[in-house]
T-cell receptor, first 113, second 112 residues
């Protein structure tokens, strides 16, 4: 199999602060990583596709200036929620593509007070 | 735009029953289809991956089938157990392998 980690697993922050979430592929290189968001009792929604060495592709309705994605290496993608507000509280999950499969991280629960 | 639906939204059954969970997708041009399990507050556990050229995959008590032409997949769970209680999500990749779309999930409760 392939392992994807996320850090932190949970974070609580004050409104207006920025939060960075890391997604790492531990035993493989991933040219493409994906970021998803899941609100309570809802399914996962793709936020953006992160490609190593190039700009991320954002889904419609996702603010690229608010959700900054950096994929600087083949094993690391970061999502920074800038000026977080309570409505950004959610479960954020990343995945990394390996061949014809995606492998998912354990998720990060963000709570903005 | 690909849309994925799942029925039923929720299911509660006594232990030992055989179950069928349904997944439908609107665009049959898919790269693959994957079934996941999600426990409350947790991440995803991949159960079965079916490539577009395949018709079914089996793992233990789980069997997933794929009918691309009709835009349907089913997940069959044999001899259900309380430990199977979770939300089951199906997701499809578009034909270019770029866009992964999730269904809303089926919340399963298996009662002892």
């Amino acid at each position: 199999g392939a392992v994807v980690s996320q850090h932190p697993s949970w974070v609580i922050c004050k409104s207006g602060t920025s939060v960075k979430i890391e997604c790492r592929s531990l035993d493989f290189q991933a040219t493409t990583m994906f970021w998803y968001r899941q609100f309570p009792k809802q399914s996962l929604m793709l936020m953006a596709t992160s490609n190593e060495g190039s700009k991320a592709t954002y889904e419609q309705g996702v603010e690229k200036d608010k959700f900054l994605i950096n994929h600087a290496s083949l094993t690391l993608s970061t999502l920074t929620v800038t000026s977080a507000h309570p409505e950004d509280s959610s479960f954020y999950i990343c995945s990394a593509r390996k061949g014809s499969e995606q492998f998912f991280g354990p998720g990060t629960r963000l709570t903005v007070l | 735009k690909q849309e994925v639906t799942q029925i039923p939204a929720a299911l509660s059954v006594p232990e030992g029953e055989n179950l069928v969970l349904n997944c439908s997708f609107t665009d049959s041009a898919i790269y693959n289809l994957q079934w996941f399990r999600q426990d409350p507050g947790k991440g995803l556990t991949s159960l079965l991956l079916i490539q577009s050229s395949q018709r079914e995959q089996t793992s233990g008590r789980l069997n997933a089938s794929l009918d691309k032409s009709s835009g349907r997949s089913t997940l069959y769970i044999a001899a259900s157990q309380p430990g199977d209680s979770a939300t089951y999500l199906c997701a499809v990749w578009d034909n270019y392998g770029q866009n992964f779309v999730f269904g809303p999930g089926t919340r399963l409760s298996v009662l002892p």
